[in-house]
C-alpha cells in the first residue's frame, strides 16, 4: 500500500497496460456516435454493410480518431471502428507490418 500523501507507482506489466487501455477507451466511447445504439450496428456481417457502418462514423462521430487508434492498439479484428472495416484494419496492420520490417 502506498504510504499516505505519496503517489501510487504505474505498474509497468502488460496487463495494467491493458487496463489502461481500457479506461481511457471508456472516456471515448461514451462520446462516440454509436453509443447506446445496437452492438450489432458495428459488427455487421457483410462487407457492404461493414462500408456503410464506417461511413456513418466519418460522417457523425467526433472521437473517430479516438476510436481507431484504440482498434489498432487493442488488435480489434472485429467489426468497425474509428471508421474503418475489418479489412480496411488488417491492411493498415500489414502496411505497419512492413514498414517495422
Ligand atoms: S468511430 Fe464509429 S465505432 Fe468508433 S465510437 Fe465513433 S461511431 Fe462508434
Do not use: I
Not at 462520446?31 to 450496428?41: E, K, S
Amino acid at each position: 500500500m502506498a504510504a499516505q500523501g505519496s503517489r501510487p507507482q504505474a505498474s509497468r506489466s502488460p496487463r495494467a497496460a491493458e487496463l489502461r487501455l481500457l479506461d481511457a477507451a471508456a472516456e471515448w466511447k461514451e462520446r462516440g456516435a454509436c453509443h447506446g445504439r445496437n452492438d450489432d450496428a458495428m459488427f455487421p456481417d457483410s462487407n457492404r454493410e461493414q462500408k456503410v457502418a464506417a461511413q456513418f462514423c466519418q460522417l457523425r462521430c467526433e472521437v473517430q480518431t479516438e476510436c481507431l487508434s484504440y482498434a489498432l492498439e487493442a488488435d480489434e479484428r472485429w467489426g468497425v471502428w474509428g471508421g474503418t472495416t475489418e479489412r480496411e484494419r488488417e491492411r493498415l496492420r500489414r502496411r505497419a507490418q512492413g514498414r517495422a520490417e
